[in-house]
């Protein structure tokens, strides 16, 4: 069995004529370490499925299995203790706590965790070990979203879930922020669920899962990942 398991996974929102099915029978598995991009234009059902796999939301239909746990068979207390354990999110707005310097907004994270890594060496990781006593009204977006990275990243978590991480940073910083997430990825082994519209976003990915109208149209390991420096868009 694969590290991630979806099956048959089924959402809908509203009822009667106002019914829109948002995913209509997904199924994908995952590798445990690898780095699998989510594509998809607006409304295909991308992030949808992203807060399903976190536990945010629930199916209609079918299940998410993680290291052959289903999250739909955990209790309200198992899955909240599965998030704090095993997840981490980087979401497209930063969510930063305003009055925390860059460290107390890392450091957040790291109490969620049982084996949280070394604040420091992850704030050089980071490029932010210069900046770590400043508050986020003080930082650029993309110093934000590195920060936001960091508090996720700290916790160690199995799997780390992007929605659209760089979608309100420009071309350079975005460069930045996805060549950051390739090196956490490789140093760190975690496995990277990253949904994005960006179809040149796939060279970057060991796995691009291709979403259309709520479906897979294509699953496919990438015989040619490239690293981010080396693609343009």
């Given at each position: 069995m694969s590290f991630v398991e979806i099956k048959g996974l089924k959402k809908s929102y509203g009822e009667g004529e106002a019914k829109t099915f948002v995913l209509k029978g997904v199924d994908i598995s995952i590798e445990k370490g690898e780095l699998c991009v989510l594509l998809g234009a607006s409304g295909s059902g991308k992030s949808t499925l992203l807060n399903i796999?976190?536990?945010?939301?629930d199916a209609d239909e079918g299940y998410v299995s993680i290291d052959g746990e289903k999250t739909a068979d955990m209790t309200e207390k198992r899955l909240t203790l599965y998030r704090r354990d095993h997840l981490g999110y980087v979401f497209q707005m930063y969510n930063l706590i305003p009055n925390l310097t860059v460290q107390e907004n890392i450091e957040v994270g790291a109490y969620l965790s049982k084996k949280p890594l070394a604040v420091d060496e992850l704030l050089k990781t980071l490029?932010?070990?210069?900046?770590?006593?400043k508050l986020p009204n003080q930082l650029s977006g993309g110093q934000q979203q590195r920060t936001a990275i960091g508090r996720a990243v700290i916790k160690?978590?199995?799997?780390?879930?992007?929605?659209?991480?760089?979608?309100?940073l420009d071309y350079n910083t975005s460069k930045e922020i996805l060549s950051l997430l390739e090196r956490i990825n490789k140093e760190y082994g975690n496995t990277i669920i990253m949904v994005t519209h960006n179809d040149a976003l796939k060279y970057m990915a060991d796995r691009v899962v291709k979403l259309r109208d709520g479906k897979v149209s294509s699953n496919k390991l990438n015989e040619k990942k490239l690293p981010i420096s080396e693609i343009e868009w």
């Open positions: 796999i976190g536990g945010i939301d490029g932010l070990y210069e900046h770590k006593d160690n978590p199995d799997i780390l879930l992007c929605d659209e991480p760089t979608g309100a």
